[in-house]
């Protein structure tokens, strides 16, 4: 037993060490006076990319012109293709003090990465400074000053009274239509899609002839309606019927009737084969473009793999079926009143002892909201570019107005999909922001995927599978740990969350709590065995 207890010490201290490694207590950034030229400075970026090689370059592009103002900067470009390995890879990085100085991410993962105090680097300061704030006299290239940058974008990137991000491309979600089929089904499309037309007509596609296959597409495979974002479906449907879904304090609103009754209408199509998600059966391009899909929602980011004369596609050319493609809101339960939700990559700057190196970092990503930066990346897929700048430059209007002349740089479904967002751009809304926001969102997202799975195992969606549903879904997503709740006259309960904690430390405490046990276990054996004659 004693050998037992030294190992665990031993144990114990080596992963203090190993946690502790690299931990610095961060010192709040103040701005330099003056930026050191002098000085040869190396800083990391880590983008995400859509598979899109274009994009990759024009990342490249630009780092290569910064470089050309600032040969003291060496810029390092990191590319992932899904934002949740950015994600776990920052808050891996933050507990051994290494993350990257500039990060393309999103306001959920933000309020993640602020656990650590002072890890990522306020902005609201730096973007009024005379000399190195937006536009200020130092920045040796064009730059948007604050009021530039659209209004509505800039305040996604606001929580816990400051601005801790910028944002640097925006898209919503649009519903890519086959008009072809909605009009061979004998309908027409509306202004504005409703969940009611897109349920009926769904229902209407799911009819087969007698040979089996369905009579809309003569193909014995048709899912009519795809959702590819399931999160954005339940957090947009609610927000469409003013229904609760969170506060910006924390609190969970999302187990409410208005979701239960939602579920069962998801549940009841996806039994007639009416309605299916990406995460279940793939991405709602390939069943678009192959005629396999009426209604398919995506990312207006994703515009250009949408239609039967996309440049990009996955499906091969003998599988591909010529249709006519509107690009349309995604649908609502007030036409008068639209909600779609606003997404896109923003950027974030991280904390170093090193204020000018930190200096460094925020004049790069200032150089991202260049012209030549946005127009060029907003025109590889349906982004629009978040500066008022850059959408009414010449070149920009230019490039919209040219809608249809090719189907690469001017394909109209991407195109029509940006344009959709630049006329709704006040009918756009964000969620709340808080440590756990993400944990949340995946829950939303979760709750359609079992009720859409249980469709496919027979299982029986009634109020009792739900509320068993609403108390697995807060296990596995442990939002009943998330920040801070108000408990009654104003007493604040904090709640435990590791989710901000780095691996090295909640190991380091479960080791901890580990060795406690054991020891009292060895005291309560050895107490034993001294009464024993």
């Not at 193909?219 to 609760?244: C, H, R, V």
């Not at 590889?380 to 002349?405: H, M």
Request: proline share 4%.
């Amino acid at each position: 037993m004693k050998k037992i207890i030294s190992a665990l010490l031993l144990a114990f201290m080596l992963l203090s060490l190993s946690a502790c490694h690299g931990k610095v207590d961060m010192e709040k950034f103040v701005l330099p006076e003056e930026f050191d030229t002098s000085r040869d400075y190396e800083i990391s970026f880590w983008a995400k990319n859509d598979t899109n090689i274009t994009q990759v370059n024009i990342y490249k592009q630009a780092i290569e012109d910064f470089q050309n103002l600032y040969p003291n900067i060496k810029v390092n470009l990191r590319l992932y293709t899904d934002y949740g390995k950015i994600y776990n890879d920052v808050l891996t990085n933050i507990g051994t003090n290494t993350p990257p100085n500039v990060c393309i991410t999103y306001p959920d993962h933000i309020a993640a990465y602020l656990t650590g105090e002072d890890v990522v680097v306020p902005l609201k300061d730096l973007f009024g400074d005379e000399k190195y704030g937006l536009g200020g006299s130092e920045v040796p290239f064009d730059a948007p000053a604050l009021n530039e940058i659209v209004p509505q974008f800039l305040a996604e990137c606001e929580f816990n009274g400051d601005y801790y991000a910028i944002p640097f491309m925006r898209s919503t979600e649009a519903c890519y239509v086959n008009k072809t089929y909605v009009e061979k089904l004998g309908y027409k499309l509306p202004e504005t899609l409703t969940w009611d037309f897109i349920w009926e007509v769904s229902e209407a596609a799911t009819k087969k002839g007698e040979d089996g296959n369905y009579i809309v597409n003569g193909q014995k495979t048709l899912i009519p309606f795809i959702y590819k974002s399931t999160d954005n479906m339940m957090i947009s449907a609610l927000k469409q019927q003013e229904a609760g879904y969170s506060t910006s304090k924390g609190e969970i609103q999302l187990f409410n009737d208005t979701t239960s009754d939602f579920l069962k209408t998801v549940n009841e199509h996806s039994q007639i084969g009416a309605f299916n998600t990406f995460k279940l059966v793939g991405y709602p391009a390939n069943f678009l473009n192959a005629g396999q899909c009426i209604f398919a929602i995506d990312s207006t980011a994703g515009a250009t793999w949408m239609g039967s004369k996309a440049p990009l596609m996955d499906i091969s050319e003998d599988r591909l079926v010529e249709f006519e493609t509107e690009v349309m809101t995604i649908p609502q339960y007030n036409p008068a009143s639209p909600q779609m939700i606003s997404q896109g990559p923003s950027m974030c700057i991280f904390n170093s002892e090193d204020s000018q190196e930190v200096l460094a970092s925020w004049l790069f990503a200032q150089y991202m909201l260049t012209n030549e930066v946005q127009i060029a990346y907003s025109q590889t897929e349906g982004y629009v570019p978040v500066t008022q700048k850059a959408q009414k430059s010449a070149e920009y209007t230019d490039y919209l107005s040219r809608i249809g002349e090719d189907n690469q740089l001017y394909y109209d479904v991407k195109i029509k999909a940006a344009q959709l967002l630049l006329d709704n751009v006040d009918n756009t809304f964000v969620t709340p922001v808080f440590n756990g926001s993400a944990d949340l969102r995946n829950a939303a997202g979760q709750l359609i995927e079992d009720v859409n799975k249980a469709a496919y195992r027979k299982k029986t969606v009634d109020d009792e599978y739900i509320q068993n549903l609403y108390k697995e879904t807060t296990s596995l997503y442990r939002l009943d740990q998330i920040a801070v709740s108000q408990g009654k006259e104003g007493s604040v309960n904090v709640k435990i969350n590791f989710d901000g904690l780095p691996k090295g430390s909640v190991i380091l405490l479960c080791v901890l709590a580990f060795t406690w046990v054991c020891i009292g276990l060895y005291v309560a054996v050895d107490k034993i065995k001294s009464k024993k004659p």
